[in-house]
């Protein structure tokens, strides 16, 4: 058998109808923004594997840095025990963060790292006898699908069949000048019993990359802030250069409680997950009373290896190329982005730093589940470039060591594909 059809044996994958699913496209070797399948074909990933490549596929220095670690130190219980990678990368990321960001709390992907800041709020406000348990956060969210993670998100057919099992939450919409108003209405009348508002910074990416406006959400977290209101701030997709800046928090004026962190975190090279809090929110649970204590951890908190990923794909984002490379992405994204608005195919562009977005006018509801994306997908596979487009919805989010010449490449494609596309 070949590996499509062993694949196909065995192997169950993600957000798939397994049913009506196409076999999937065997990868056998990974290079910069390339991705080669078994026949020798190369893709470029426009969409860094789900936002998480930063600097590319195989990145030679990444995978040093892991290699020698694994030769010292592949893993140890993170409870008791501490090592030199985790210390060195909690120091590293806090110097980056918001000032109030003291300390460091490790899991294992975006999902985990949401559920323990949740973890976090209620268990602060119950530390000190009071039982503050409802969740403030956007409507069509997106924060994870572990049970917590799907609560905070937006309801939808992804979370109706555990709907009566997932907890309380009020939602709002994304602020705007035009909303704020009514937002902070409902916010006040809900203040004394809300533990926490959790939101996507400027961007919520699996709703469709649907962006608001930093002075918007600024105002909207320091009202949070007056009414008591903790807050999280999930930079598990804005994280490490995506806004444009190194995290979306460098936009805002306020700071958040807690901050959630994954998918670049590692420069895409190793699971981890990163929830970081303030001093304030760490001294709730200090106490003789061992009762009080968090209660949350995995097999894997901490590993080396993922945190000596983590270290060296820092390292490769804080250089000044990399950083000019991330405003190049930027400046042709934004560029293009005024090409795509004249175009009559084209709607609701959008665009922040390294990502941008825009909806295929058709005749179904934008969704998902519009079926173009299909469409579109399969089109742009044999123009060997992968675009996951969020059903009519498209977007490019780029490893950033992509070349001008080869965002002009893509960029002329989605152009080609748009003139020759019969809606």
């Known amino acids: 058998?070949?590996?499509?059809?062993?694949?196909?044996?065995?192997n169950w994958h993600p957000y798939t109808q397994m049913k009506t699913a196409e076999d999937a496209i065997p990868i056998v070797k990974g290079s910069g923004i390339y991705l080669y399948d078994e026949d020798g074909k190369k893709y470029i990933d426009a969409v860094a594997s789900w936002w998480v490549t930063l600097h590319g596929h195989a990145n030679p220095y990444i995978a040093q840095r892991v290699s020698e670690q694994l030769n010292t130190l592949e893993q140890v219980i993170f409870a008791g025990f501490?090592?030199?990678?985790?210390?060195?990368?909690?120091?590293?990321?806090?110097?980056?963060?918001?000032?109030?960001?003291?300390?460091?709390?490790?899991?294992?992907?975006?999902?985990?790292?949401?559920?323990?800041?949740?973890?976090?709020?209620?268990?602060?406000?119950?530390?000190?006898?009071?039982?503050?348990?409802?969740?403030?956060?956007?409507?069509?969210?997106?924060?994870?699908?572990?049970f917590g993670a799907?609560?905070?998100?937006?309801?939808?057919?992804?979370?109706?069949?555990?709907?009566?099992?997932?907890?309380?939450?009020?939602f709002i919409d994304p602020p705007t000048s035009g909303n704020i108003e009514d937002l902070k209405i409902i916010i006040k009348n809900h203040s004394e019993e809300i533990a926490?508002?959790?939101?996507?910074?400027?961007?919520?990416?699996?709703?469709?990359?649907?962006?608001?406006?930093?002075?918007?959400?600024?105002?909207?977290?320091?009202?949070?802030?007056?009414?008591?209101?903790?807050?999280?701030?999930?930079?598990?997709?804005?994280?490490?250069?995506?806004t444009g800046k190194l995290f979306a928090a460098n936009y805002l004026s306020e700071k958040p409680d807690i901050m959630c962190f994954s998918k670049g975190l590692t420069g895409g090279t190793m699971p981890m997950g990163i929830t970081?809090?303030?001093?304030?929110?760490?001294?709730?649970?200090?106490?003789?009373?061992?009762?009080?204590?968090?209660?949350?951890?995995?097999?894997?908190?901490?590993?080396?290896?993922?945190?000596?990923?983590?270290?060296?794909?820092?390292?490769?984002?804080?250089?000044e190329e990399t950083l000019e490379k991330i405003n190049l992405i930027s400046q042709k994204h934004f560029n293009f982005s005024q090409v795509l608005k004249n175009h009559p195919k084209i709607e609701n562009v959008r665009q922040t730093g390294t990502i941008i977005a825009w909806e295929i006018k058709n005749d179904e509801k934008t969704s998902y589940?519009?079926?173009?994306?299909?469409?579109?997908?399969?089109?742009?596979?044999?123009?060997?470039?992968?675009?996951?487009?969020?059903g009519n919805v498209m977007y490019l989010v780029p490893p950033y060591c992509i070349r001008s010449e080869e965002l002009d490449f893509v960029y002329r494609n989605i152009l080609e594909v748009l003139d020759g596309f019969s809606n």
């Open 1 to 10: 058998m070949n590996l499509q059809e062993r694949d196909r044996a065995v």
């Open 82 to 146: 501490t090592h030199e990678p985790a210390i060195q990368l909690s120091e590293n990321l806090l110097k980056l963060l918001p000032e109030n960001q003291e300390k460091v709390f490790y899991s294992d992907n975006g999902s985990t790292a949401v559920e323990v800041a949740l973890k976090m709020c209620i268990q602060f406000w119950h530390n000190q006898g009071k039982e503050k348990t409802k969740i403030l956060a956007f409507r069509e969210a997106y924060h994870g699908d572990t």
């Open 150 to 170: 799907m609560s905070v998100s937006g309801r939808s057919v992804w979370t109706k069949p555990f709907g009566e099992m997932l907890f309380e939450v009020i």
């Open 196 to 242: 926490c508002f959790i939101y996507e910074p400027l961007i919520q990416g699996a709703a469709g990359m649907l962006m608001h406006k930093a002075e918007d959400l600024s105002e909207l977290m320091k009202f949070c802030r007056e009414k008591g209101i903790l807050m999280i701030q999930d930079e598990v997709f804005t994280g490490f250069g995506r």
């Open 276 to 319: 970081t809090s303030s001093q304030q929110i760490f001294d709730a649970f200090l106490s003789e009373d061992k009762y009080k204590t968090l209660f949350h951890g995995h097999s894997f908190t901490a590993n080396p290896l993922a945190c000596t990923a983590a270290l060296a794909s820092m390292e490769l984002l804080l250089k």
């Open 369 to 390: 589940f519009n079926e173009i994306g299909k469409v579109l997908y399969r089109e742009f596979l044999k123009r060997g470039i992968i675009m996951r487009p969020l």
